[in-house]
């Protein structure tokens, strides 16, 4: 992927994200992404429709390939978004995308509009990923960052400073 001007959004979504509507997933036009998972299958088929998208297998539930992809972000300047997928039924799933947030948090622009999108479907662990969501919620206000949980068949909260409703499996952390 050739290396455009630090004014060209960089976003980064694993490939279960893949299956998300495009205004969604990455909202502004032309802007560079890096696609990473395990999937051959959905890693083949970005190859093939993003030819100017960077794919990189990873592990997302292994501390050392998640290093190695942050290296290969780093090298790509600061990240805009990072756009995330998953299944609330799977407890090593939510596990990998908690761990994914903390590596990437420190490599994320402060106070642009992009942040972090995750859409994961309902399921018994996701209640912990809320709950992740609630302990970072400081941090990301102090920095800026925007953090959207989006449930699939639950509208999220909109609003600044909206957080979760009584419902612990949806909402928004805005800035």
Request: some cysteine.
């Amino acid at each position: 992927m050739a290396r455009p001007g630090p004014e060209v959004p960089l976003v980064l979504m694993n490939d279960a994200a893949l299956a998300l509507p495009t205004d969604l997933a990455v909202p502004v036009e032309g802007a560079r992404l890096i696609i990473a998972g395990t999937s051959r299958v959905r890693l083949t088929l970005a190859t093939l429709a993003l030819p100017e998208a960077m794919v990189v297998w990873t592990d997302f539930g292994q501390s050392a390939s998640l290093a190695a992809l942050g290296a290969r972000v780093r090298a790509e300047g600061r990240l805009d978004r990072l756009v995330l997928s998953g299944d609330g039924a799977d407890g090593a799933g939510m596990f990998a995308i908690m761990q994914t947030i903390l590596t990437f948090l420190p490599l994320l622009k402060r106070g642009s509009e992009g942040g972090i999108l995750l859409v994961v479907r309902n399921g018994p662990a996701l209640v912990s990923l809320t709950q992740f969501l609630q302990r970072l919620r400081p941090s990301c206000d102090r920095s800026g960052i925007k953090v959207e949980l989006r449930v699939p068949g639950q509208a999220p909260l909109s609003g600044h400073h909206a957080l979760f409703d009584k419902s612990p499996v949806h909402g928004v952390i805005a800035r």
